[in-house]
């Protein structure tokens, strides 16, 4: 084929391929024109868009929106207040934790909770690490120890479920840190999942946690002649101790290990300082109790009366005394016992005291104002009999009044037809007694040597770590600190009348 006729060809083909429709377009155009329409030639129309293809655009864009944006908004939810946890011991801290269990916030519900945080700032951390350092601190400060060794945690959330989880976990740790540091702990937990306004409010009031209110509320369930204001300030331990005698509703609350009571006397000190007060009596029953401080409560039968004594937790003293008749006795009636020499240490009289005859009353008359005031001073020889007057009480004549000595005063009742005590009730001094009445009841001043000779009376073998002389308005006063047996004793001690005024025993 020669070269022409193909290029011939090929432009034959082109022409079929595209045809020339120039006139066809200009007339279109012109047309349009007439109808005031233009139409642009050199694109073709836009096609109208259909209505699921504007939604698939929508869902492009928030899909854009979540991988580009939305970890913003992820990590708000995952960092969110989701659980509270309480941890208590005296001091009470509570952390705001989030869903995956880092701090958000940890605060100070009391003085010791504050002392215990210190400048640790705990926000960001996980919670494990959390806790961590919080029992660390108060191992190290001397709030946790075989003396006292338990562990409150409660968790707050509404997922049951979770609260429990999150619970045993912090409960399994806590067991975990503590047999690090040698401790035979107790760790008690519980969890909320729906507020307690009641509890809310009393925690508010006396400045705990939630958590703790929550305890002390089972124990008032048990022994409603408690108050909730009393046992606020008492430890987990004392708490734990409580809760344990009184054999109060547990349900709902996990406890793993033992409460110590190391540093009180025990319950079986406790039952042999009661027997020996009335020799030849028998124990009804003994429990540990609080009345103005942890005391041992005894219950004694003898001779057709029944003996209600109170013994003091930390020192063995005798501070309560009172009997009435036994309903149930079917013997003979004898005599009630008065109570022995009540010492501020043990109980027990000395040999000297038990050889020293007290009056006895007149079996025809009733005793005399001043055989009733020797019994009194024969149960604490060398105290001021500060009130005394003679009264009828029931038809019953009785002499009753007050008496102090080395810092406690004693209420008693005597039943003037027998001689024998009808109550007898030790406590510690007002403070202002001893500033307005000092001189009346026949004190002398005290230097600094008796100052201390009179601490180390009260607690013998103490170490006195602290000892001052101080003036307020006047009144010239000593005040220190006192240790024995891991425990530490604040005093504070009036120079002119020669009287303790106040006296604190901490756990610590």
């Excluded at 020339?20 to 139409?39: F, H, M, S, T």
């Excluded at 008492?234 to 005698?245: E, G, H, I, T, Y």
């Excluded at 009808?422 to 100052?451: F, H, I, K, P, R």
């Amino acid at each position: 084929m020669k070269e022409q006729d193909a290029e011939a060809r090929l432009a034959r083909a082109m022409e079929d391929a595209a045809p020339n429709r120039l006139d066809e377009l200009l007339e279109v155009r012109e047309e349009a024109r007439r109808q005031e329409k233009i139409v642009d030639i050199s694109a073709p129309p836009k096609k109208k868009r259909r209505r699921w293809q504007n939604f698939a655009a929508a869902v492009a864009a928030a899909l854009v929106l979540v991988i580009g944006g939305g970890g913003f908004f992820g990590w708000r939810y995952a960092n969110a207040p989701d659980s509270l946890v309480g941890i208590d011991v005296n001091p009470s801290v509570q952390l705001s934790v989030s869903r995956n269990e880092k701090v958000l916030s940890c605060e100070a519900l009391n003085a010791d909770g504050t002392e215990i945080i210190g400048d640790m700032d705990l926000r960001g951390a996980q919670l494990n690490v959390a806790v961590n350092a919080l029992i660390g601190s108060m191992v190290q400060q001397g709030y946790i120890d075989d003396l006292k060794n338990s562990v409150l945690i409660t968790v707050e959330n509404r997922d049951a479920a979770k609260a429990q989880a999150l619970q045993e976990s912090l409960m399994a740790d806590v067991n975990g840190l503590l047999a690090g540091e040698s401790v035979d702990a107790s760790v008690l937990g519980q969890t909320i999942t729906s507020r307690d306004q009641t509890l809310a409010s009393q925690a508010e009031t006396y400045g705990i946690s939630e958590g703790k209110a929550a305890l002390i509320q089972r124990i008032l369930d048990t022994d409603p002649t408690l108050t909730f204001e009393s046992l606020s300030g008492l430890s987990v331990n004392d708490l734990s101790l409580l809760l344990q005698a009184k054999q109060a509703d547990t349900s709902g609350l996990t406890v793993t290990g033992q409460a110590s009571d190391k540093a009180y006397i025990g319950l079986d000190k406790a039952t042999e300082i009661a027997l020996a007060q009335l020799p030849g009596a028998t124990l009804k029953e003994i429990e540990f109790e609080y009345d103005d401080g942890m005391v041992y409560e005894a219950e004694l039968l003898k001779d057709g009366y029944e003996y209600d004594v109170e013994i003091d937790a930390l020192t063995g003293a005798v501070v309560k005394w009172d009997y009435e008749r036994d309903d149930h006795w079917s013997g003979s009636v004898g005599q009630p016992q008065t109570p022995p020499q009540q010492g501020t240490v043990s109980p027990q009289p000395s040999q000297s005291q038990q050889a020293t005859s007290t009056p006895q009353p007149s079996q025809t008359a009733l005793i005399t104002e001043q055989q009733a005031r020797d019994l009194v001073l024969a149960q604490i020889p060398g105290a001021a009999i500060v009130e005394f007057e003679r009264d009828t009480d029931d038809g019953r004549t009785v002499y009753k009044g007050e008496a102090v000595l080395n810092g406690r005063e004693y209420e008693f009742e005597i039943d003037a037809a027998t001689g024998s005590f009808l109550e007898w009730d030790a406590d510690d001094v007002d403070e202002g007694w001893n500033q307005g009445n000092s001189t009346s009841a026949g004190q002398t001043a005290l230097d600094e040597e008796g100052a201390r000779a009179l601490v180390l009376a009260r607690i013998p073998g103490a170490t006195i770590v602290e000892f001052e002389r101080e003036t307020d308005d006047g009144r010239v006063y000593y005040e220190g600190e006192a240790v024995l047996d891991g425990r530490k004793y604040e005093f504070e001690i009036d120079a002119t009348a020669g009287e303790i005024i106040q006296w604190d025993a901490d756990n610590r």
